[in-house]
């Protein structure tokens, strides 16, 4: 059976890829990276049962691992800039108040970690689980608080 109708879709497809992101845009390419990483990041949990200290250890392995198939490519530990990305894993107590066991971080254009320019992931939302959160000054829950305080 004959498709008759590529030259269609393949119009389709074009027209979709001139909406997309400028591939030379620096900023993009290192978010399209980023998200590479994160996707690597959850396999290594998957393979190991712990997130990796340190991005390089998505090429190498654990320490110990024998016939490590490399999950990224070294190239992709780099940002469009030429720094090196890097994640920061937190503990679990930490984590519910970030968000996220992890942030894979992009220096950016400035070359230097820790500015307003730095591309992070995933995208935290530090407020997203905080009715499972005690509070710190009395060790109640908030959201009792809130219930006991509107009188239900």
Known sequence: MKIKY?????AALCACSSMRVNPQDPAARTRREIAALERA????????????????QLVTGPAR?????????EEQLMDAWGTPCRINTYPEQQALKTGARYRIISAGPDKTFGTKDDICAPETQP?????????EKDGT???KLLSTESGK
């Open 141 to 143: 829950e908030p959201n």
């Open 41 to 56: 990041v959850e396999a290594y949990k998957a393979a190991t049962t712990e997130y990796p200290a340190d991005l390089r």
């Open 127 to 135: 407020a997203a689980d905080a009715y499972n959160m005690l509070d």
């Open 65 to 73: 691992a024998r016939n490590w198939k490399p999950l990224v490519g």
């Open 6 to 10: 590529i030259p269609l879709a393949c």
